[in-house]
């Protein structure tokens, strides 16, 4: 019994279950390519049930060779048939082939034992499509190591398996799905695979990456061979209009070098001091600066220092061959738009070839992420209880956090998540803002992260950079962090940022309002708690964001409390701290409160200068969840008579978790119109009051003070609670931290203004934006 990943999972199957497949390849010219590929398939650990060769008209021997190869009793055919590209012949080829599944290849690959088993394991579930392979180089002299290295997707970095385009040489597909995309488009030269798996992407096929399933080739052997290699692929990108971005990154490179090395010239010709070594710095920046990691990642994969000065030679030559290759593509596009862009548009739709999706996997793999957060369980905050609860639920091997380890008092005996934390040592005696020691230690902290970040990055590469906020520091450790190592960022946005920092040094504003402008814009997802918070952060043109509402602890179900009884004295529970945005709603309530016989209103909160000392007491969480499950009825009070209105109309209290799991009723003192209004509202879980006029409150308390009333929104909180399962979420986000953000903003999953929850759709029913 042999083990095959499927879509599914790993499951048992047979080779009596596996698909009968046909392995195709075409050849031109390349007698040992040909020979080396046809006896590694014919070794395979899983035979092919049948080779298809198309030979585009080979005079070098290929064709006699094979006439005569054995193919030791599997079924194999050639056919000849001049003049066709590669693409053309693919299709001949699979046009010819008798089975199902079509296992592609090429001449010069020389496949692993075990690549066609694992390659073609995943169809044994007939709803997978397409599976891609992976490849490695197959070195002998130090510049094709140097090549291979440099230019071979999964060498360096991981591969995305979301957005990575297999290669026809180690590629499998149904038959369907081949002739959904409209067949390999055989006008092209090169590029002709990236297109056509641009257009299985588009159709949403259903895919798989097998990255065992390898085939080894080996590059170019000298320099003018690597130049017409990249020359030949950039002028295919160009003719299905890609490439020019990075055609446009280079040319800015260059330009920022010639101007330096001008500047140095002119310096020292006219005897200026500063001027030569000005721009020579230039250029050694415009030169150096974007090879150099890249470089420097293969000196140490080889261990030869040589390599560095080698791969940045080779990474130069390679980027001026791009660009002259692009250019020919350009101009044979102005030569002949009817062989370029009417295919192309009557192949993709458009030209040029743009808005390409992910794959369509029906469980993509979570990319390795690190959190970047100030702070993290067992601090005492709600931000980190929220946190606390989500990655509860998170797949502890896809997650690394860095963050600092307090050493306080305020800690909290929830334990924290099982996901190794890299905890570096604050010192301060507390983490106030403020005072000039804790600004330079905040300023070292971010220093810290951001280079600890970079030595954890090269230990195990990650593909996602979360920052939490609300802290400020930690977004800007985030944000650099991901600048630096060229890592997407992800911002959990708990609050808002520069909309609620109260300062009057200009300076401080101005450099924080440029931190959250920039680090927001360029984030590849931005996670908010309310469609308030996301449609106020799209106003200001952050159109990435994706709402994520707090959830409960997983394994923490709600409780069906008791059916309210009628007594003679409602007993209402304010919990958690009692800041400046609270303030004038708890007055209010007090007065209404204190003017009824039958209320029996408590404070779980700090002291502070609204509530009189000894009405106020502050217990631990599991006594506060106690009390809160005896009360009968929960509030939550905001008002708008605070410095930062907006952070009010879109906050998402972290205890309205609690008093939902609690199946509490609420009582809601908010602003028409906010977070807090419309979701007690719609989802009919508690009363909210848009007055703060005590007479107002008062006449509400006297509603919650029917028991059947109370019972009807107590079974609404429960069924809202029910929603907010920290493991559906967990799920949710871990598919957004790959995809994104979903391309239609018009209503974020949760919560929604029709019906009290809505669940996010499959994704493969999800819309997304483009790699």
């Known amino acids: 019994m042999r083990r095959a990943w499927t879509a599914r999972g790993k499951v048992p199957y047979t080779l009596n279950d596996s698909p009968r497949i046909s392995v195709i390849a075409t050849v031109r010219n390349d007698l040992a390519g040909t020979r080396s ?122 591969l995305d398996p979301l957005r990575f385009n297999p290669s026809a040489r180690s590629l499998a597909f149904r038959r369907a799905a081949w002739e959904r995309a409209g067949r390999f488009p055989d006008w092209l030269y090169t590029a002709e695979d990236t297109l056509f798996a641009c257009k299985l992407r588009r159709n949403r096929e259903r895919y798989l990456l097998a990255e065992h399933a390898v085939v080894r080739w080996q590059p170019r052997t000298n320099w003018l061979a690597v130049w017409r290699q990249f020359r030949n692929y950039a002028r295919g990108e160009a003719h299905i209009g890609r490439g020019a971005d990075a055609t446009r990154f280079w040319k800015r490179r260059y330009a920022v070098a010639g101007a330096g090395l001008l500047a140095s010239i002119v310096g020292a010709a006219l005897g200026l001091k500063c001027l030569p070594t000005l721009g020579l710095l230039a250029a050694a920046g415009g030169l150096v600066g974007p090879v150099h990691r890249r470089a420097r990642a293969v000196a140490r994969r080889t261990h030869r220092s040589g390599d560095y000065v080698h791969a ?35 192949y993709w739709g458009a030209a040029p070839v743009s808005d390409c999706p992910p794959w369509n996997i029906l469980h993509p793999p979570i990319p390795r992420t690190l959190v970047v957060t100030w702070h993290w369980p067992p601090t005492r905050r709600a931000s980190t209880q929220v946190l606390a609860n989500l990655f509860a639920a998170a797949d502890a091997g896809a997650f690394r956090i860095l963050t600092r380890g307090l050493e306080t008092n305020e800690r909290d005996p929830l334990e924290p998540p099982a996901i190794t934390a890299q905890r570096l040592p604050w010192t301060r005696p507390n983490d106030r803002d403020g005072t000039l020691g804790n600004w330079f ?23 996602r950079i979360l920052g939490v906020y609300p802290h400020r520091y930690s977004l800007l450790a985030a944000w650099l962090t991901s600048r630096w190592l060229g890592v997407p960022l992800v911002a959990y946005m708990h609050d808002l940022c520069a909309e609620t920092l109260i300062t009057q040094n200009r300076l401080k504003r101005g450099f924080w309002t440029f931190v959250d402008r920039h680090a927001l814009r360029s984030a590849f997802l931005v996670a908010v708690p309310t469609r308030e918070f996301a449609l106020h952060y799209r106003s200001r043109g952050v159109l990435e964001t994706w709402v994520l509402p707090h959830c409960n602890p997983e394994g923490v179900m709600a409780r069906i409390p008791e059916p309210p009884r009628p007594t003679p004295t409602l ?37 502070n200068r609204v509530v009189p000392a000894e009405r106020t007491h502050w217990v631990d969480r599991a006594e506060a969840q106690e009390s809160i499950r005896a009360a009968d009825v929960v509030v939550v009070a905001l008002s708008g008579n605070t410095p930062y209105p907006r952070e009010v109309m879109g906050c998402f209290p972290s205890k309205i978790v609690d008093f939902l799991a609690a199946g509490r009723p609420i009582l809601a003192i908010a602003p028409a119109h906010s977070f807090v209004d419309r979701f007690v509202r719609t989802t009919g879980c508690g009363v909210s009051v848009t007055s703060q006029s005590p007479g107002d409150i008062a006449r509400v308390l006297l509603q919650l003070a029917d028991a059947s009333a109370r ?29 994104g953000a979903p391309v239609d903003p018009s209503s974020p999953p949760f919560p929604d203004e029709n019906a009290a929850t809505r669940s996010e759709p499959p994704v493969a029913a999800t819309a997304d934006r483009s790699a």
């Open 441 to 463: 230690a905040s300023i070292a902290m971010t220093v810290w992260m951001v280079t600890t970040a970079r030595r954890l990055h090269q230990d195990t590469p990650f593909q």
């Open 312 to 346: 940045l030679a080779l990474s130069h030559w390679i980027a001026l061959a791009s660009l002259r290759g692009h250019r020919m593509g350009t101009r044979d596009i102005q030569g002949a738009p009817h062989t370029y862009l009417t295919r192309l548009r009557e």
């Open 571 to 607: 007993r209402v529970l304010y919990a958690g701290n009692l800041y400046q945005a609270h303030e004038d709603a708890v007055r209010a309530l007090l007065h209404a409160a204190d003017a009824l016989d039958n209320v029996e209103l408590e404070f779980l909160c700090p002291p």
């Open 711 to 739: 019972q009807e929104m107590s079974a609404a909180a429960l069924r809202v609670s029910a929603e907010l399962e920290a493991e559906k979420w967990m799920h949710h986000f871990s598919i957004r931290l790959g995809l």
């Open 37 to 158: 590929m046809l006896e590694a398939l014919v070794g395979q650990t899983r035979a092919p049930d049948e080779i298809v060769i198309v030979d585009a008209g080979s005079t070098d021997g290929t064709q006699e060779f094979l006439a005569s190869f054995d193919a030791e009793g599997v079924a194999f055919r050639w056919i000849e048939d001049n003049g066709l590209n590669i693409a053309a012949g693919r299709n001949r080829a699979i046009a010819a082939a008798r089975h199902d599944v079509i296992a592609c290849t090429d001449a010069g690959c020389v496949p692993d034992a075990t690549w066609l088993e694992e390659l073609t394991a995943p169809f044994t579930d007939a709803d997978v499509m397409v599976v891609g392979g992976g490849y490695r180089v197959s070195a002998r002299a130090a510049l094709e190591r140097v090549v291979g290295l440099l230019t071979m997707p999964g060498e360096l970095k991981p």
